[in-house]
């Protein structure tokens, strides 16, 4: 089955930590995004690449890092410079040209402790 | 100013009512829009999109998109206690600045 797999679901983190969520997909998809959602919020958007070895900084980049080595992986590293980690991560996929939908993973759940 | 901007709601309608769920953008060079629903704790799904001015129709959803006036609606006929979701709006930009930016989601309650 195509589709686009977060891993793990749920993830706790000692304060000071780095942590990285896993996003990988199987749809051929060029375009991949990082998004951040916090209680009763909309999604913001972290980091996004259009294709391969490029990524650029979304609204709320600080604190985060991203690679694109593969056109299938992208995976999101929360620093311990990011003050505010505990939220919902959810990774997206779409073609690049925008007539399509992005699909989502099942997200992860990052609670810091 | 946000790049989409949405009413947090709830709006609250009864069932069988319709339900106006609204959306603006900033970006006029934005191209495509999308309206995803969003049950707590769960990923977005995607419900539709459109990139023509005017109207699209899916079964008992309307998306309704005025370029004019950076204007996106969804329209929900007959509405159902299971359409209680929060409903996010979201607008692509391409040519470059390739990116897909959401509005913050408009609570929707469907009331017995």
């Known amino acids: 089955d195509g589709g686009i797999t977060q891993s793990p679901k749920y993830l706790f983190r000692k304060e000071g930590q780095n942590v990285t969520l896993s996003c990988e997909q199987n749809?051929?998809?060029?375009?991949m995004y990082w998004y951040r959602q916090d209680p009763g919020q909309g999604l913001r958007l972290i980091y996004y690449?259009?294709?391969?070895?490029?990524?650029q900084k979304g609204d709320i980049a600080e604190g985060y890092s991203v690679s694109r080595e593969k056109k299938e992986s992208f995976p999101l590293t929360v620093t311990s410079a990011q003050k505010n980690p505990t939220a919902f991560y959810l990774c997206?996929?779409?073609?690049?040209?925008?007539?399509?939908?992005?699909?989502f993973g099942q997200g992860t759940r990052l609670t810091v402790v | 100013q946000k790049e989409v901007e949405q009413n947090s709601g709830p709006l609250s309608v009864p069932e069988g009512a319709i339900a106006s769920l609204n959306c603006t953008y900033s970006?006029?060079?934005?191209?495509?829009f999308f309206w995803y629903r969003q049950y707590s704790g769960k990923s977005p799904e995607l419900i539709m999109f459109?990139?023509?001015?005017g109207d699209k129709e899916d079964g008992r959803f309307t998306a309704q998109l005025n370029k004019a006036s950076q204007y996106v609606s969804l329209l929900i006929r007959d509405s159902q206690p299971s359409d209680s979701a929060t409903y996010l709006c979201?607008?692509?930009?391409?040519?470059?600045?390739?990116?897909?930016?959401f509005g913050t989601g408009t609570q929707l309650k469907v009331e017995l």
């Open positions: 997206a996929s779409s073609t690049p040209r925008g007539t399509t939908e992005a699909f």
């Open positions: 749809l051929n998809h060029d375009a």
């Open positions: 690449s259009q294709i391969v070895n490029d990524f």
């Open positions: 970006d006029r060079g934005s191209q495509s």
């Open positions: 459109i990139y023509s001015n």
């Open positions: 979201a607008a692509y930009r391409g040519g470059g600045g390739n990116k897909l930016t």
